[in-house]
């Protein structure tokens, strides 16, 4: 089994910014990808930003290129996202993720709240 425990959500005005972790423990020894999703009301979970392990490659959600960094510490299993320039329309739960090769699953972290306000 796969545990993350995320931190750093919150409150912040547009413009601003915020720093998102998560963290991987147990069965780590498998990570294919680490990264974040989120999901607004009535709206479904989408792509924010992911990494592969393997190489360190990256993907972007469209809507936050160039405004969002995901970073990562293999050491530690954990996986950062900078956040900038927020805009309202980032306000959502962020969930992190992590997909297994070893067992081909998601998992996925509690969720963590963003909001922006105007």
């Known amino acids: 089994q796969v545990q993350l425990e995320e931190s750093g959500g919150g409150s912040v005005q547009a413009g601003g910014s915020l720093r998102l972790s998560c963290a991987a423990s147990g069965r780590t020894f498998s990570i294919a990808t680490m990264g974040w999703y989120r999901q607004a009301p009535e709206k479904e979970r989408e792509l924010v930003a992911r990494i592969r392990w393997s190489g360190g490659s990256i993907d972007y959600g469209d809507s936050v290129k160039g405004r969002f960094t995901i970073s990562r510490d293999s050491a530690k299993n954990t996986v950062y996202l900078q956040m900038t320039s927020l805009k309202p329309e980032d306000m959502a739960i962020y969930y992190c993720?992590?997909?297994?090769?070893?067992?081909?699953?998601?998992?996925w972290g509690q969720g963590t709240q963003v909001t922006v306000s105007s």
């Open positions: 993720n992590l997909f297994s090769y070893a067992v081909g699953r998601d998992y």
